[in-house]
């Protein structure tokens, strides 16, 4: 017998084709496993973490442009009232405007202002900063008067604040010292 008869013997035996595909089927099968599922099961998964990545992306620029939205909105309803931030805070100190304003402020309550005396001013510009004007005020009135006088003060436009107040009593002949007094304000003045 020949060899090529021997094998072909073997081979077409029944049990042995069974084996011979089943191997077949199994390398086969690794083979296909190996290099075309999990490939695509390693895309299907990378592509589902993706899909849930720009979900939360998405959810996250759709906070932001709802608050950006939010916030023109807010801005169109004051636009027409930034004249008013332009006023409460200039961009020089002013202190013409704040003289006559305070002046004025005196002279509705009938007042007479002694002295009015102003800090030291940089005329450098700063760096985007809040920056104020000292301002000390003599006034000679009675209480109600200087009450109605610091009223006045905060009340206008321009943003203030006062530092400081200090009351004295004033004797003056044919006054009563309890309506006499003497008032110096320390008074801020901002500007940017």
């Known amino acids: 017998m020949k060899k090529n008869d021997f094998i072909t013997k073997i081979i077409n035996r029944p049990h042995v084709k069974d084996y011979t595909y089943t191997i077949l089927f199994f390398c086969i099968s690794s083979f296909f496993a190996l290099f075309v599922i999990k490939p695509v099961l390693s895309i299907a998964f990378s592509l589902k973490r993706e899909a849930e990545d720009l979900a939360r992306v998405n959810d996250v620029y759709e906070k932001n442009v709802s608050k950006i939205i939010e916030i023109q909105s807010q801005l169109e309803s004051v636009r027409d009232k930034m004249h008013l931030v332009d006023e409460a805070l200039p961009e020089s100190p002013q202190i013409k405007n704040l003289l006559n304003e305070i002046g004025a402020l005196a002279n509705q309550e009938g007042l007479q202002i002694k002295s009015i005396t102003f ?6 510009p700063k760096e985007d900063k809040l ?13 109600l008067k200087a009450q109605n006088l610091v ?16 009351i004295t009593r004033q004797s003056e002949i044919g006054k009563s ?3 006499y007094l003497r008032i110096q304000m320390d008074v801020d003045a901002y500007y940017l």
């Open 119 to 124: 800090s030291t001013l940089q005329l450098r």
């Open 131 to 143: 920056d104020h004007i000292l301002i000390n005020i003599d006034v000679d009135s009675d209480f």
């Open 151 to 166: 009223k006045g003060i905060l009340a206008q436009r321009r943003m203030k604040t006062i530092h400081t107040i200090k």
């Open 177 to 179: 010292p309890d309506t």
